[in-house]
């Protein structure tokens, strides 16, 4: 192994800083916020039971992402979100990974996911359709109800309408399981109020494979060399696809897919009801492009001021906010010694906010994604990972992001209503309490 140095820890002031953060909102984002700031771009966080290791920027994310991840591992058994999805895609190393991204990713390129814009179109009309005019809607919750339809019509292939109400808690639930929280500094904290919900989610999803394959069944063979239209399908199909690994994987893009979502959508309306000349800009667009006929995988490609609000809240608020990997062999990353066994997060979102590649990186600009803007160093924008393990759903979310967002400025006015967000770090980084957004239907 290339020697290296030792990670710089804190000093104990730094470190008693960092207790308050987490006891204050739970949020390891306020902790590796002090730390940067205090220590720099790579630190050890020295807690009881919590010593990782966190690095910031484009060097460390080519390492951890590319060049060194054979030494890092996705997976640890102790870890809640390894307990729930089991061996989903998201948790899997190796030659286990790469199978089911092999079964999982035809569906999930371009030329199918397009197939589902009239999908995702009606379920947009279909969710502010109940937008009454003048009142206050919470576009968090409003995005997650979307999101889930979008989810579960499209990749699995079903309408989730008649069931949205009974599994929201259970899906809230298998969220909070998987959510930072006192489990990080005491991982053998009984976690109690989690089981019934999950295994109702649990009966909900097996009870769809099997029909899945009851349907199937009874079909004549499909031509296995193209992919099937819905997530579902093309893992029922794949002979050696148990029903346990299709739970693990439905389940892994439920949880992770409509989440992600659910915080995109919430945060690029939050950052337009924040910013009405932005606002102004995308509704201008959408008008120009669209008129008043309907979003088409075809006309969405030209909203490309929408596409670069829609790129800067990635950068402002990544979902996904930080990477998560195991240490599995001594390495050596950014010049820095890391024994086998570590936990090593990439912060994201301190990448994306590092004022050594971003000009005034507070600020909400969605001009820094102008097509005849400076591209970013590679690395300094990873709003999806990067690398072999890139996010398998980037080219679904994106489509969804400008269909929604386009269907819903071309039919309403939003205003803020003042209220104050800020981040929070659940499973994904949302907008918390929520984002209250006046809603008057446009008038043509």
Known sequence: MTTGCP??????????????????????????????????????????GFQPAVMVGPDSNRQIMVSQRDHL???????????LLRHGVLVEDGDSHA??????????????????????????????AGWADGATADMLVEMRRLALLIFMGTLVDVEFGPDMDRLWRPIL??????????????????????RAALDELDAYLY???????????????ADTTKPAHDLLTQLVRAPEMTDDLIRDQILTM???????????????????????????????????????????????????????????????????????????????IAGYELKA??????????????????????????????????RPAAFTYVPFGGGPRVCIGATFAQVEARV????????????????????????TLEPHPGVFLRVQRRQR
């Open 207 to 221: 009870a769809l494979i099997r029909q899945r394959r009851a349907q199937l069944a009874g079909e004549p063979p």
């Open 73 to 83: 591992s996705w997976r640890k058994e102790s870890d809640p979100v390894t307990k």
């Open 173 to 194: 639930r298998a969220i909070k399981y998987i959510s930072p929280g006192l489990w990080i500094i005491l991982p053998n904290m009984p976690r109690f109020g989690y």
């Open 341 to 374: 066994g570590t936990r090593l997060m990439a912060s994201i979102y301190l990448t994306h906010r590092d004022e050594r590649y971003w000009d005034a990186p507070a600020e909400f600009r969605p001009e820094r994604f102008a097509r005849d803007a400076e």
């Open 404 to 427: 929604v967002l386009g269907r819903i400025l071309q039919q309403f006015d939003l205003t803020s209503t003042g209220r104050r967000v800020h981040a929070y770090m659940g499973a």
């Open 254 to 332: 439920l949880i992770a897919g409509h989440d992600t979502s659910t915080a995109l959508l919430a945060w690029v309306l939050h950052l337009l009801g924040e910013h009405p000349d932005v606002m102004a800009r995308a509704r201008a667009e959408v008008d120009a492009v669209l008129g008043a006929a309907e979003p088409t995988a075809a006309n969405v490609e030209h909203l490309e001021y929408l596409d670069a609000v829609i790129k800067e809240a990635l950068r402002l608020y990544p979902p996904i906010h930080v990477g998560n990997r195991i240490v599995a062999d001594d390495a050596v």
């Open 7 to 48: 990670l710089p820890e804190a000093e104990p002031q730094t470190g008693l800083h960092v207790l308050r953060g987490l006891a204050r909102d739970r949020s390891l984002l306020t902790a590796m916020s002090i730390m940067r700031d205090e220590v720099g771009p790579a630190f050890r966080i020295t807690l009881p």
């Open 99 to 128: 199978r089911l991204r092999g079964h999982m990713e035809p569906v999930l390129l371009k030329p199918q996911v397009v197939h589902h814009v009239p999908a995702m179109l009606a379920y947009t009309d279909r969710v502010t």
